[in-house]
């Protein structure tokens, strides 16, 4: 509760530092609050505490992913500074609205209630919204903006309709009140089943899986690259994760048909954004589909819920510290003129070999290769969906592993293999050190998984 109450005053203080003409101070104060409230996050783990009639529930599970929601945070507001140097003006904006959108991604894991759950989602949604629109003489990114609006008001739409089903069947809002009424054997109506099914679609949006992936490359590809970057890292963990507490809240059991459900949209995911990824050109555009194909991963968690909490957090900090050692890479290279397109990084083994390097090392973790963490967090997934019985679709997943090596490794061979035709660029020092931490934090997470998998 505290660190909600922190982030959204350091949001304010941003706002305020423009008045006063601060916008130096803006960055590096940020960082210095971040690191404070990431240290006043730790103190929740181990303890279990409840606000406000449950509206805001702190354990080792909020604590854990409020932790790595901070960190991608501090990451992406280090690269704001360099990111936004033509809009000096706008700095403050852009960082606060950053620092909202992580205040909503806290109450998405940190919920009692499920108004609390969704007026979480709304907040980092509509500061999506803004980011994936904040360039108004670009076509593409008004697109972004409009496009990503209205598919997802649509699923903020079928989230608030679920719920109100779900009310509708139970009496009440708060989870605790919705778990009991299940473990007592009562009579719940058939439309509190159809109540979960509409909240299922309205996070497999926000997760970007199949079906619902449609506005995702899009999307990605018109926003300014630090909104994809946000998106496809920090957004989607925080969907995945609130998508996980929901369904071990308000559910006693996983039924076997909903099982099924998610085996046929996880298959999907997999498939059909590693197959579309094969043919991309623009880099945005293949990371796009390959968060379609990672959100399918992640989706076999609900295999068996109750044992994979510490293997989804471990697979999230995994995945998205290589998505922003990716993302810091691409934004040194293609800057913020639209065009990231595969030729773009020819020649970067040769003209930036750390750059590279780094690039390299986040693409192979994505893949699955040791000593990364990204092979661990798949090994430790696999292991333990087979334990739940599901071998069908780990071999399904492995299969999928392999194709996603193909659109990988194109990159990484353009990088070393094709001939340099772009001008050398000074890259802002900002870039690198983010590209560095988060590939050697990745790294890290492979050599000692079990400090993640077991904390809760």
Not at 15 to 24: D, G, Q, S, T
Not at 136 to 142: G, H, I
Not at 293 to 309: E, I, K, N
Request: glycine share 8%.
């Amino acid at each position: 509760m505290y660190t909600l109450i922190a982030i959204a005053g350091l949001g304010i203080i941003c706002l305020i530092a423009e008045i006063f003409n601060l916008r130096k101070a803006i960055v590096p104060v940020t960082l210095l609050g971040l690191a404070g409230t990431l240290v006043l996050t730790a103190a929740d783990f181990g303890k279990v505490n409840a606000f406000y009639n449950n509206m805001i529930i702190t354990d080792s599970f909020s604590a854990a992913y409020s932790s790595l929601f901070i960190l991608l945070t501090m990451f992406l507001v280090a690269l704001s500074g360099s990111f936004h140097k033509e809009h000096k003006a706008k700095i403050s904006d852009f960082v606060a609205i950053k620092l909202f959108l992580l205040t909503g991604a806290i109450a998405m894991v940190s919920f009692g209630n499920l108004a609390m759950f969704f007026l979480g989602i709304e907040i980092l949604s509509i500061s999506l919204y803004v980011l994936a629109a904040s360039k108004p003489k670009d076509l593409k990114s008004n697109e972004a903006g409009m496009k990503y609006f209205l598919m997802g008001s649509f699923a903020s739409g079928f989230i608030l309709f679920g719920i109100a089903l779900i009310y509708g069947a139970t009496g009440s809002f708060d989870t605790h009140t919705i778990y009991g009424a299940l473990l007592e054997g009562q009579n719940v109506p058939g439309w509190f089943f159809i109540g979960v099914v509409m909240l299922t679609i309205g996070l497999l949006f926000k997760v970007a899986a199949v079906p619902f992936h449609f506005w995702a490359p899009d999307v990605y590809q018109g926003s300014p690259a630090l909104t994809t970057a946000t998106m496809s890292t920090l957004a989607k963990v925080a969907a995945m994760a609130a998508f996980f507490k929901l369904m071990i809240s308000i559910n006693r059991t996983v039924p076997g048909s909903y099982i099924t459900i998610i085996s046929i949209v996880s298959i999907l995911s997999m498939t059909i954004g590693n197959l579309t990824a094969l043919v991309q050109t623009n880099v945005k555009r293949m990371l796009a589909f390959s968060g379609v194909s990672h959100a399918g991963f992640m989706l076999m968690v609900f295999f068996d819920p109750r044992m994979t909490a510490g293997t989804l957090l471990y697979y999230t900090a995994a995945y998205s510290l290589a998505g922003i050692a990716a993302f810091a890479v691409v934004l040194a290279v293609c800057a913020d003129k639209g065009d990231e397109e595969v030729y773009k990084f020819n020649g970067l083994g040769k003209r930036n070999p750390l750059l590279a390097g780094i690039l390299t090392c986040s693409l192979l973790s994505m893949a699955g290769i040791p000593i990364f963490s990204g092979f661990f967090a798949k090994f430790f997934l696999f292991h333990q969906v087979i334990s739940s019985g599901h071998i069908a679709i780990v071999i399904i997943a492995i299969i999928n592993s392999i194709i996603s090596v193909g659109y990988y490794f194109k990159l990484i061979l353009a990088m070393y293999t094709q001939e340099d035709i772009t001008e050398k660029q000074p890259v802002p020092a900002a870039y690198t050190i983010v590209a560095v931490l988060s590939i050697v934090l990745n790294i890290a997470l492979g050599l000692f998984p079990s400090y993640v998998v077991g904390i809760i």
